[in-house]
């Protein structure tokens, strides 16, 4: 049995060779026109989330509405205390409070969501919270993701590193001819894509055992980019400059 034949090779470059030689007796010009290389490259990037939203609840329940409020309003102050000392600012603090009649006491509850920017800082509040105020406030695992500003910029690194990668090649084409690569005549973006930056339906549910770590990584955005290029050949690399 004959063995498989082998898959069909890929181009990933096309030099337009220069045209023959001219007779002899005519001066052949330094510089033949319409010499391009034409290939494609691609590059993948990744961004870690930027963003990071951590979701408090506590509660109160009295035979007073006062009381019950004065019990949720102290410890409140104490978490918007905590986290304006490790530099979170107002705006980034949101609280929800919620107050009712349960049969014949006063129900007080109350939900605080603080995003971070800066992962450590969260670590250390979180870690506060739960050394001072113990089971009288429930925090809940915190929730990353990323800001519009942080995948632009991902959408922006990835395809300015394709054309880069794509350009390092067309340098590497032409120096196995012995040419000279010159100026772009075109750059055009063929494929991108993007996933990730979020739990898959499969995590969630061992979302309590994830480290800290593991939830980055699943929370990971990632981006690619393929583009296709024409460059110009300017004519045979100089020896001396190679050298230099």
């Not at 951590?54 to 986290?83: C, D, F, P, T, W």
């Not at 993007?194 to 990971?220: F, M, P």
């Not at 981006?223 to 230099?244: D, Y």
Request: aromatic residues 6%.
């Amino acid at each position: 049995m004959a063995p498989p034949a082998p898959p069909p090779s890929r181009v990933f470059a096309e030099l337009d060779l220069a045209p023959s030689p001219a007779p002899q007796g005519r001066i052949e010009p330094l510089a033949l026109p319409g010499r391009e290389v034409h290939l494609s490259g691609s590059a993948e990037l990744s961004a870690r989330p930027d963003r990071a939203r951590v979701s408090l609840r506590l509660g109160s329940r009295k035979e007073a509405a006062v009381a019950a409020r004065s019990s949720v309003s102290r410890r409140l102050q104490y978490i918007a205390h905590s986290a304006r000392l490790h530099g979170v600012p107002e705006e980034n603090m949101t609280v929800t409070e919620d107050f009712s009649r349960v049969e014949n006491t006063y129900q007080m509850e109350a939900e605080v969501c603080i995003v971070f920017s800066d992962f450590g800082k969260m670590q250390n509040v979180c870690n506060l919270l739960i050394e001072k105020l113990g089971t009288s406030v429930t925090i809940n695992p915190p929730h990353f993701y990323h800001t519009p500003e942080a995948i632009d910029t991902l959408r922006r690194q990835v395809c300015v590193t394709a054309v880069g990668n794509t350009r390092r090649k067309a340098q590497e084409v032409c120096q196995l001819f012995g040419q000279a690569l010159g100026k772009p005549l075109l750059i055009k973006e063929e494929e991108t894509k993007e996933w990730g930056g979020h739990i898959d339906s499969q995590l969630l549910h061992s979302a309590d055992s994830q480290t800290l770590q593991e939830r980055i990584r699943n929370a990971t955005a990632y981006a690619s980019c393929r583009v296709f290029a024409v460059f110009e050949i300017k004519g045979k690399e100089n020896r001396r400059n190679k050298l230099l």
